[in-house]
């Protein structure tokens, strides 16, 4: 499983050698910032393989401690973070800022919203630590996979002769309506709470018994736009949008909340915004679609929405 784009070649041994591979490490839930269309959720699971010399116990390396490690990398770097190229002209790092004794980052983006070449203005207010950034004008698989070896690399001992990471996105079939939001949870104690964090996600939607792609296609495309910040009410500081709705215009919005691990803040152009009710959990997003599509259906059938929070896990809302 090595090659050029996301393995590292190390010291060079005559002892035995083998080969481990661990997959399914666990899955990192990002946002990505893209010039060219703003911020986008991301989903990934990730795999490890490491070759190198094995110890007298027959290990090349403990399975239990390479997961742990991998995790604890990822949480530090990638998972829950607002992923930025800040070798990018796009990318203006602001400086940081105080509230009390709280550290915040503070970042201005712009990106390119059509093919018509209109920007949007984007910024970022950021407790430490919510931005991982990376020396590159834009993000990619291979580009992040290189930056989670060199982290490990740092970790694991000299027996080891090489590393690679794979990222891997979920095996959707062409036909499934998928779409990317971003979303931050200000109640949450973990890091769902950072306003900039996302998913790549499935949705599925039936009526009465039957499943309805159509409708499946049109929320992920037409009413999400395929890439969309989910907001509350309550986290509207400039700017409103109605809940149930997606914002029209370029205008800037700007949210913010308070949370526990800080204060965040984020402005970014309206027509990015879903608005649901109450909280911007995957329960809140999957109820609010069903009952998007209970009205535009106008129908006293059953609506059932299975909508997923990236791999694996998500919700179902029934109205």
Same mark, same amino acid.
């Given at each position: 499983?090595?090659?050029?784009?996301?393995s590292s070649?190390?010291?060079?041994?005559?002892?035995?050698?083998?080969?481990?591979f661990?997959?399914d490490i666990?899955?990192?839930?990002c946002?990505?910032f893209?010039?060219?269309?703003?911020?986008?959720g991301?989903?990934w699971?990730?795999?490890v393989?490491?070759?190198?010399?094995?110890?007298?116990?027959?290990?090349?390396?403990d399975?239990?401690?390479?997961?742990?490690?991998?995790?604890?990398?990822?949480?530090?770097?990638?998972?829950?973070?607002?992923?930025?190229?800040?070798n990018?002209?796009?990318?203006?790092?602001?400086?940081?800022e105080?509230?009390?004794?709280?550290?915040?980052?503070?970042?201005?983006?712009?990106?390119? $919203?059509?093919k018509?070449?209109?920007?949007?203005?984007w =910024?970022?207010?950021? /407790?430490n630590?919510?931005? #991982?950034? @990376?020396?590159?004008?834009?993000?990619?698989r291979?580009?992040?996979?290189?930056?989670v070896?060199?982290?490990?690399?740092?970790?694991?001992p000299?027996?080891i002769?090489?590393i690679s990471?794979?990222?891997?996105?979920?095996?959707?079939?062409?036909?499934e309506?998928t779409?990317r939001y971003?979303?931050?949870?200000?109640g949450?104690?973990?890091?769902?709470?950072r306003?900039?964090?996302?998913?790549?996600?499935?949705?599925?939607?039936f009526v009465?018994e039957e499943r309805?792609?159509?409708?499946?296609h049109y929320?992920?495309r037409?009413?999400?736009?395929?890439?969309v910040h989910?907001a509350?009410?309550g986290?509207?500081?400039?700017?409103?949008?109605?809940t149930?709705?997606r914002?029209k215009?370029?205008?800037?919005?700007t $949210?913010?909340?308070?949370?526990?691990?800080g204060?965040? =803040?984020?402005t970014? /152009?309206?027509?990015?915004? #879903?608005c @649901?009710?109450?909280e911007?959990?995957?329960?809140c997003i999957?109820?609010?679609?069903?009952?998007?599509v209970?009205?535009?259906?106008?129908?006293?059938?059953?609506?059932?929405?299975?909508?997923?929070?990236?791999?694996?896990?998500?919700a179902v809302?029934?109205?």
């Amino acid at each position: 499983m090595k090659n050029a784009s996301n393995s590292s070649d190390l010291n060079e041994d005559t002892g035995i050698r083998g080969t481990v591979f661990l997959n399914d490490i666990t899955t990192v839930d990002c946002a990505i910032f893209d010039p060219s269309k703003g911020v986008l959720g991301q989903s990934w699971d990730v795999d490890v393989t490491l070759t190198g010399t094995l110890g007298d116990n027959g290990f090349v390396f403990d399975f239990g401690l390479l997961k742990k490690m991998v995790r604890q990398v990822l949480k530090s770097s990638l998972d829950h973070a607002l992923i930025m190229p800040i070798n990018s002209q796009a990318v203006q790092f602001k400086g940081m800022e105080f509230r009390g004794s709280e550290k915040s980052e503070w970042w201005h983006m712009k990106s390119r $919203l059509s093919k018509a070449g209109a920007e949007g203005d984007w =910024e970022y207010h950021s /407790p430490n630590g919510a931005v #991982f950034p @990376v020396r590159s004008v834009a993000i990619n698989r291979p580009i992040l996979e290189q930056e989670v070896v060199r982290s490990l690399r740092h970790r694991l001992p000299q027996e080891i002769l090489s590393i690679s990471v794979t990222l891997r996105e979920e095996d959707i079939d062409a036909t499934e309506a998928t779409f990317r939001y971003t979303h931050g949870i200000a109640g949450h104690e973990g890091m769902c709470q950072r306003l900039f964090h996302g998913h790549r996600s499935r949705l599925q939607v039936f009526v009465g018994e039957e499943r309805r792609p159509d409708l499946e296609h049109y929320i992920a495309r037409d009413v999400l736009g395929a890439n969309v910040h989910i907001a509350t009410p309550g986290q509207f500081r400039k700017g409103e949008i109605a809940t149930g709705t997606r914002g029209k215009t370029r205008d800037p919005i700007t $949210l913010g909340y308070q949370a526990s691990q800080g204060y965040f =803040e984020a402005t970014m /152009p309206a027509e990015r915004i #879903f608005c @649901v009710e109450r909280e911007t959990s995957i329960e809140c997003i999957a109820a609010e679609i069903a009952r998007l599509v209970k009205r535009e259906e106008n129908t006293n059938e059953r609506v059932r929405v299975i909508c997923y929070e990236g791999m694996s896990k998500g919700a179902v809302s029934e109205c």
